[in-house]
């Protein structure tokens, strides 16, 4: 039996307080109404009005917005059938250049994979801009979405697409029908991964856009590289709530469904059983 | 004929977006800086026909690798990277052990939602996460406003190595306790009774079976923070202080700042040989552990 | 407990039975204990004697309360109420590291990360023994285990089999007074687990250590062990020898949890010698000798073995005759099932063996049969 241990949980203690109290802070003095980061002047929205106000960050935002949507769509595609044909294609010529390239930029520093991407839009005579963010988002993200399809497409069970095949179904039919209803929960959490790393990206980004298409991210360094701002406080709590929103609905309903599930299977017992 | 098509279509994205972008910073490297637009030389002229090929090869050379070796700054940034990187690690792994191992010996039931709560922050902006902690350590920070409490004076902390290290073990511990959590929640509980069973003592256990039995999540853990902090820019130039010399920051200034692209190509196929060991050994380390598995 | 020296499973120079001497002192004494998680009473008011150079079986359904009082006896649960004793010592205080105990668990619990021969020594080296002792104990194992070759393997290059005798060697190394074996032979294959149940009898044989083994397996138990425990819901229903727990069950649900049974419930009167029991209304009431005295008109049961019945085209004439129709034949080539069924429904199982090398069925679907049995193979049970 599990004996309650103090130092399990004064271990977690500490750690999910490391983890978690520089983002309370965060949340807490946006709501400062002193421009002062430590002085607390009572509470005041103040600084998300101003937030709400600012163009430039607006802008940014939906620069950023689009980009992500965009190159997140794009890589799930992509990274997908690069997963399929990782895990299903079998041998052929420069498949080990293939799995070299969708691993590689995992490793690879974002300030390289920036500087090549941009010193290939220059070589081809490229403008920069939002398009030039897109395609170098979306080629780092399909590899994210590629991992993460293929290890769920390397313990799906052939069998069920074996199966669809002697029913009828076309190869392509098979994967539409069968295997893509199946793997759609690691392909949308690529999606999510993918669309979570663009919104994230500050040097590719950097790199690869022009003064037509400031990112986010890019907006965002360039105001707190001269120190703290209330304004910023604003715009990071606004994120972290967007973020735990999704997050804790997301397992919510994670956790709703495997009840559900429980008690049908519970039921279907009793009927049959 | 559909099968070549499936295969064909990310294998052109990935060479014409990772592979031929790569080689050209690679040539790059290979150039000399130049006062014309490309800034380097020299460019493939095939309209000269083979003349222009081999005139091309003709003019490219290491001058910039041994430029590298020469000033002080590039081996001086290429070593305080890895030194940053090191300690770094070492930090987060004794920061995240303990978090890792109190998640697998919490109740079943307890486990599903601390490992939300691990992999939260990695959702939430990497740029954001950083900015948290310059409020926390500037000089009229929390924490000097915390320690004033207590009659202590305060600390410069923000724009010094330490607040690089605080950022690098902060932003990358997620990725330190999750393979150690994943080797130590796979472990068969049996193993430490048994060890209790043939006389050990429970830290004589830890240190004879669970730890050994961690190692291959240990290694991944540490080689998930060692590599990516080696590059890593937004923690150096937002943490650390204008004497901090990490080699991200200085390819970004060489480009941006000096914009000599020739010596930044040259910085970046370096620290791309640095990175080649370590993500060798991770490799070997995950094959490993699949075969284990 | 009468059993005929015949009956017992072990054959030897002398008959070891010292549960059946008075004055012999127990190794393990259970006294009233009780274990309960939360409301949950897993044992409940035990008491119990295991005696030195045993091989004890604790058999039950999985739930049952076995694999908790193995785990109080390794030290990785403590009884709620109640005392265990080891040599008559309490074993209460005692952590697991320091009891003079050894346990072989169900998963084998092998560290993947060391050999076989660092496995075996893992105890021993604990113990702080030299090293000379350590490798003469560690060789002496390996050879009783028969793993001379695999000693420099990891736990993963061996297979299944081998993996259990490590497991077995490991636990041995130490020469535990007592070695609980935890389902010891769950994960092997049929043919395998006979061939090591031989060998487990073997070895606890040579090392005269007292093993107490926990299964849900009734065949194992009965091979293995000098004696049995059944027990259900953390009680023991009945301790006996293997011979006395198959052919004098004190309770139906013993009767049923081993091997094959057909049970008839009725109201049991006596009649001199014996007892009949009316079982059903128009049937002949069933004759059973029992040494137990029950009262006229009580409710009770009697059990029948199915190789006990036997199956004739012709009436034979003795008493427990009974007529029916065969409606299903399990052939299972040393000896062929039948499941006849009596009039109102009723299902008895007969077993013939086929001692003939003859094709045909003697028996077949849909024939009238007589089913009989002598008063003594029937045994008269209370509840």
Same mark, same amino acid.
Not at chain 1, 193 to 222: W, Y
Not at chain 2, 164 to 190: C, H, K, N, Q, W
Not at chain 3, 41 to 56: G, N, Q, S, V, W
């Given at each position: 039996?599990?004996?309650?241990?103090?130092?399990?949980?004064?271990?977690?203690?500490?750690?999910?307080?490391?983890?978690?109290?520089?983002?309370?802070?965060?949340?807490?003095?946006?709501?400062?109404?002193?421009?002062?980061?430590?002085?607390?002047?009572?509470?005041?929205?103040?600084?998300?009005?101003?937030?709400?106000?600012?163009?430039?960050?607006?802008?940014?935002?939906?620069?950023?917005?689009?980009?992500?949507?965009?190159?997140?769509?794009?890589?799930?595609?992509?990274?997908?059938?690069?997963?399929?044909?990782?895990?299903?294609?079998?041998?052929?010529?420069?498949?080990?250049?293939?799995?070299?390239?969708?691993?590689?930029? %995992? #490793?690879?520093?974002?300030?390289? *994979? +920036?500087? @090549?991407?941009?010193? $290939?839009? !220059?070589? &081809?005579?490229?403008?920069?801009?939002?398009?030039?963010?897109?395609?170098?988002?979306?080629?780092?993200?399909?590899?994210?979405?590629?991992?993460?399809?293929?290890?769920?497409?390397?313990?799906?069970?052939?069998?069920?697409?074996?199966?669809?095949?002697?029913?009828?179904?076309?190869?392509?039919?098979?994967?539409?029908?069968?295997?893509?209803?199946?793997?759609?929960?690691?392909?949308?959490?690529?999606?999510?991964?993918?669309?979570?790393?663009?919104?994230?990206? %500050? #040097?590719?980004?950097?790199?690869? *856009? +022009?003064? @037509?298409?400031?990112? $986010?991210? !890019?907006? &965002?360094?360039?105001?707190?590289?001269?120190?703290?701002?209330?304004?910023?406080?604003?715009?990071?709590?606004?994120?972290?709530?967007?973020?735990?929103?999704?997050?804790?609905?997301?397992?919510?309903?994670?956790?709703?469904?495997?009840?559900?599930?429980?008690?049908?299977?519970?039921?279907?017992?009793?009927?049959?059983? | 004929?559909?099968?070549?098509?499936?295969?064909?279509?990310?294998?052109?994205?990935?060479?014409?977006?990772?592979?031929?972008?790569?080689?050209?910073?690679?040539?790059?490297?290979?150039?000399?800086?130049?006062?014309?637009?490309?800034?380097?030389?020299?460019?493939?002229?095939?309209?000269?026909?083979?003349?222009?090929?081999?005139?091309?090869?003709?003019?490219?050379?290491?001058?910039?690798?041994?430029?590298?070796?020469?000033?002080?700054?590039?081996?001086?940034?290429?070593?305080?990277?890895?030194?940053?990187?090191?300690?770094?690690?070492?930090?987060?792994?004794?920061?995240?052990?303990?978090?890792?191992?109190?998640?697998?010996?919490?109740?079943?039931?307890?486990?599903?939602?601390?490992?939300?709560?691990?992999?939260?922050?990695?959702?939430?902006?990497?740029?954001?996460?950083?900015?948290?902690?310059?409020?926390?350590?500037?000089?009229?920070?929390?924490?000097?406003?915390?320690?004033?409490?207590?009659?202590?004076?305060?600390?410069?902390?923000?724009?010094?190595?330490?607040?690089?290290?605080?950022?690098?073990?902060?932003?990358?511990?997620?990725?330190?306790?999750?393979?150690?959590?994943?080797?130590?929640?796979?472990?068969?509980?049996?193993?430490?009774?048994?060890?209790?069973?043939?006389?050990?003592?429970?830290?004589?256990?830890?240190?004879?079976?669970?730890?050994?039995?961690?190692?291959?999540?240990?290694?991944?853990?540490?080689?998930?923070?060692?590599?990516?902090?080696?590059?890593?820019?937004?923690?150096?130039?937002?943490?650390?202080?204008?004497?901090?010399?990490?080699?991200?920051?200085?390819?970004?200034?060489?480009?941006?700042?000096?914009?000599?692209?020739?010596?930044?190509?040259?910085?970046?196929?370096?620290?791309?040989?640095?990175?080649?060991?370590?993500?060798?050994?991770?490799?070997?380390?995950?094959?490993?552990?699949?075969?284990?598995? | 407990?009468?059993?005929?020296?015949?009956?017992?499973?072990?054959?030897?120079?002398?008959?070891?039975?010292?549960?059946?001497?008075?004055?012999?002192?127990?190794?393990?004494?259970?006294?009233?204990?009780?274990?309960?998680?939360?409301?949950?009473?897993?044992?409940?008011?035990?008491?119990?004697?295991?005696?030195?150079?045993?091989?004890?079986?604790?058999?039950?359904?999985?739930?049952?309360?076995?694999?908790?009082?193995?785990?109080?006896?390794?030290?990785?649960?403590?009884?709620?109420?109640?005392?265990?004793?080891?040599?008559?010592?309490?074993?209460?205080?005692?952590?697991?590291?320091?009891?003079?105990?050894?346990?072989?668990?169900?998963?084998?619990?092998?560290?993947?990360?060391?050999?076989?021969?660092?496995?075996?020594?893992?105890?021993?080296?604990?113990?702080?023994?030299?090293?000379?002792?350590?490798?003469?104990?560690?060789?002496?194992?390996?050879?009783?285990?028969?793993?001379?070759?695999?000693?420099?393997?990891?736990?993963?290059?061996?297979?299944?089999?081998?993996?259990?005798?490590?497991?077995?060697?490991?636990?041995?190394?130490?020469?535990?007074?007592?070695?609980?074996?935890?389902?010891?032979?769950?994960?092997?294959?049929?043919?395998?687990?006979?061939?090591?149940?031989?060998?487990?009898?073997?070895?606890?044989?040579?090392?005269?250590?007292?093993?107490?083994?926990?299964?849900?397996?009734?065949?194992?138990?009965?091979?293995?062990?000098?004696?049995?425990?059944?027990?259900?819901?953390?009680?023991?229903?009945?301790?006996?020898?293997?011979?006395?727990?198959?052919?004098?069950?004190?309770?139906?649900?013993?009767?049923?949890?081993?091997?094959?049974?057909?049970?008839?419930?009725?109201?049991?009167?006596?009649?001199?010698?014996?007892?009949?029991?009316?079982?059903?209304?128009?049937?002949?009431?069933?004759?059973?000798?029992?040494?137990?005295?029950?009262?006229?008109?009580?409710?009770?049961?009697?059990?029948?073995?199915?190789?006990?019945?036997?199956?004739?085209?012709?009436?034979?004439?003795?008493?427990?005759?009974?007529?029916?129709?065969?409606?299903?034949?399990?052939?299972?080539?040393?000896?062929?099932?039948?499941?006849?069924?009596?009039?109102?429904?009723?299902?008895?199982?007969?077993?013939?063996?086929?001692?003939?090398?003859?094709?045909?069925?003697?028996?077949?679907?849909?024939?009238?049969?007589?089913?009989?049995?002598?008063?003594?193979?029937?045994?008269?049970?209370?509840?």
């Amino acid at each position: 039996m599990r004996r309650f241990s103090w130092f399990n949980v004064t271990s977690l203690t500490f750690g999910f307080a490391f983890l978690y109290l520089p983002m309370v802070l965060l949340v807490i003095y946006s709501f400062n109404a002193s421009k002062l980061v430590t002085v607390w002047a009572g509470f005041s929205t103040r600084w998300y009005g101003e937030l709400l106000r600012d163009e430039q960050f607006m802008d940014a935002a939906w620069v950023t917005i689009r980009v992500a949507l965009f190159s997140s769509t794009l890589a799930t595609v992509l990274g997908t059938l690069a997963a399929v044909v990782m895990i299903r294609a079998g041998r052929f010529p420069g498949r080990t250049l293939f799995s070299g390239m969708i691993y590689a930029p %995992l #490793v690879m520093p974002e300030v390289i *994979t +920036g500087l @090549s991407l941009l010193l $290939l839009f !220059i070589g &081809i005579g490229l403008d920069r801009g939002i398009f030039t963010v897109v395609l170098a988002h979306t080629t780092f993200a399909m590899c994210y979405v590629s991992v993460v399809v293929s290890s769920r497409l390397a313990t799906f069970d052939t069998a069920l697409e074996e199966a669809a095949l002697d029913l009828g179904c076309s190869p392509f039919e098979a994967f539409r029908l069968v295997t893509l209803p199946i793997i759609a929960p690691a392909v949308i959490s690529g999606w999510l991964l993918a669309f979570t790393l663009s919104l994230d990206d %500050l #040097v590719i980004a950097s790199f690869t *856009t +022009g003064p @037509s298409a400031t990112t $986010l991210p !890019i907006q &965002i360094f360039s105001s707190i590289r001269l120190g703290v701002s209330p304004q910023i406080n604003a715009l990071s709590s606004l994120l972290i709530g967007v973020v735990a929103i999704g997050v804790i609905a997301a397992s919510l309903a994670t956790k709703r469904r495997a009840v559900t599930q429980a008690r049908e299977e519970q039921a279907a017992a009793r009927v049959t059983g | 004929m559909r099968r070549f098509a499936l295969i064909a279509v990310p294998y052109l994205w990935l060479l014409a977006l990772f592979l031929v972008p790569f080689l050209i910073v690679l040539k790059i490297s290979l150039s000399d800086i130049a006062l014309s637009i490309p800034p380097y030389a020299p460019t493939l002229d095939l309209s000269a026909g083979w003349e222009g090929v081999r005139s091309f090869f003709a003019g490219l050379d290491f001058e910039n690798f041994v430029f590298l070796t020469q000033d002080d700054l590039y081996w001086k940034a290429y070593l305080s990277s890895v030194w940053i990187a090191a300690v770094s690690t070492v930090i987060t792994l004794l920061v995240g052990y303990p978090i890792a191992y109190g998640m697998a010996r919490a109740a079943p039931e307890w486990r599903p939602t601390l490992l939300m709560l691990v992999i939260l922050p990695f959702w939430t902006s990497f740029l954001i996460r950083v900015y948290s902690w310059m409020g926390i350590l500037a000089n009229e920070g929390f924490l000097n406003m915390v320690l004033g409490w207590f009659g202590i004076p305060p600390l410069q902390i923000l724009a010094t190595n330490t607040a690089v290290y605080i950022g690098i073990v902060y932003t990358y511990l997620p990725f330190m306790i999750l393979p150690i959590y994943a080797t130590l929640e796979r472990m068969d509980e049996s193993l430490l009774e048994a060890a209790e069973d043939l006389g050990c003592s429970r830290l004589t256990a830890f240190w004879l079976v669970t730890f050994p039995l961690s190692r291959g999540g240990v290694i991944a853990g540490c080689f998930l923070v060692f590599i990516p902090a080696i590059g890593e820019f937004v923690i150096p130039s937002l943490l650390g202080g204008s004497d901090t010399l990490m080699i991200g920051k200085v390819l970004w200034e060489e480009f941006f700042s000096n914009r000599d692209w020739p010596v930044a190509s040259a910085v970046a196929i370096v620290l791309l040989l640095i990175l080649i060991v370590p993500i060798v050994l991770f490799q070997r380390n995950e094959q490993k552990q699949r075969e284990a598995a | 407990m009468t059993t005929a020296p015949a009956d017992r499973p072990r054959p030897g120079p002398a008959v070891f039975a010292p549960w059946d001497e008075p004055d012999a002192v127990p190794l393990i004494q259970f006294k009233n204990v009780t274990k309960r998680f939360g409301d949950f009473t897993a044992i409940d008011d035990l008491t119990l004697d295991i005696y030195t150079r045993e091989f004890f079986a604790l058999l039950g359904p999985s739930g049952c309360g076995k694999t908790t009082m193995m785990r109080m006896l390794a030290g990785f649960e403590t009884p709620t109420e109640g005392k265990i004793l080891l040599s008559g010592q309490d074993i209460a205080p005692i952590p697991p590291n320091q009891r003079a105990v050894n346990m072989m668990f169900q998963s084998y619990a092998l560290f993947p990360h060391l050999s076989v021969w660092e496995n075996i020594a893992f105890g021993l080296k604990r113990e702080g023994k030299d090293k000379d002792t350590i490798r003469a104990r560690v060789d002496e194992m390996l050879r009783l285990t028969r793993l001379e070759k695999f000693a420099s393997r990891k736990p993963h290059q061996i297979s299944g089999g081998q993996r259990q005798r490590v497991a077995l060697a490991r636990s041995l190394a130490k020469a535990p007074k007592l070695l609980l074996l935890d389902e010891p032979l769950g994960a092997l294959d049929k043919k395998l687990r006979e061939e090591t149940q031989f060998e487990l009898m073997d070895i606890q044989e040579k090392t005269g250590t007292t093993f107490v083994i926990v299964t849900h397996d009734q065949e194992e138990a009965m091979t293995v062990a000098s004696r049995v425990a059944v027990m259900d819901e953390g009680k023991l229903i009945q301790v006996a020898t293997p011979p006395v727990i198959y052919e004098q069950p004190n309770s139906v649900y013993v009767a049923d949890f081993i091997g094959d049974v057909t049970i008839f419930e009725g109201t049991v009167r006596k009649d001199g010698e014996h007892y009949r029991l009316d079982w059903a209304e128009g049937q002949p009431p069933l004759r059973v000798r029992s040494p137990a005295s029950l009262r006229d008109g009580q409710t009770a049961y009697v059990a029948i073995r199915p190789e006990k019945v036997e199956i004739h085209h012709n009436r034979p004439d003795d008493h427990n005759v009974l007529r029916g129709k065969v409606v299903d034949i399990g052939y299972l080539g040393n000896l062929s099932t039948y499941h006849v069924e009596l009039p109102g429904g009723r299902m008895i199982r007969a077993q013939n063996f086929n001692t003939e090398r003859d094709t045909r069925q003697p028996f077949t679907w849909e024939d009238e049969v007589w089913v009989n049995w002598t008063e003594t193979c029937g045994v008269l049970l209370e509840r």
